[in-house]
């Protein structure tokens, strides 16, 4: 399957009388790796609920290759998108190797096994994310990080056209943050990607969109987005953007400061 277009039209999303998202509009062309980063509370993740489909929409829509997610029907849904989520819910009592084939029920039918080429990507997808001495492992007494990478593989599996992620990288070492992330890079789907490393955003996305209380504050190629500017304004945090003499990227360097993003010289008597 090719990579999906996605575009999130003016979405506003609210729980109660809280406001989560107020008229985002966001695109992730075919192939993009597209980041969303912004401070705790700044409706990252509401907003990816909204794309995959568990939250829905005060107003606004969410379009897959230009057709609304919530007319989709569920099979070709799942067939078209992945998700990996923060917080995947009950955990499972199956091993690795039976939570990655999950990633193939969409291209199947209900009681269809698994062929040699199911078992075949099942295997890529382990080995991606350097999983395979975790297949006959039970997922439920696994850590916390060896969990992650068990459902990114599960999405891998799923071979979407639309990978979208929450946090992939959290409890991970930076062995592994660099190796998934890589993994996500060289896919050939269209990534919609939560980070809060603002160096591993600006390395690996091509575009980022910048969350602040609930609406996007900036968007752009992370060399235009990523400013000093931003930092205090968006996070409160001094800090400085540079080029890494080496990748090219963005490299943030975060100093000590007060809230208003005013950097303390702790070096001064």
Known sequence: MSASELTVEGVT?????????????????????????????????????????????????????????????????????????????????LTVREVVAMGRSPHKRLLDGDTAQDARLIASALASVDATGLADRLFDRLSGGERQRVLIARALAQQPALLVLDEPTNHLDVRHQLEVLGVLRRLPATVLVALHDLNLAAYYCDRLHVLRDGEVHASGPPAEVLTARLLAEVYGVAGEVAVHPRTGAPQVTFLPGDRDGTAVDRSAP
Do not use: I
């Open 13 to 93: 999303l609210s729980a109660g009388a809280r406001l989560l998202v107020r008229d985002v509009s966001l695109t992730a062309r075919p192939g993009e790796v597209v980041g969303l980063v912004g401070p705790n509370g700044s409706g990252k993740s509401s907003l990816l609920r909204a794309v995959y489909r568990v939250l829905r929409p005060d107003s606004g829509c969410v379009r897959v290759d230009g057709t609304d997610v919530r007319s989709l029907p569920v099979r070709r849904l799942a067939r078209t998108l992945a998700a990996v989520v923060q917080d995947p819910g009950a955990g499972f009592d």
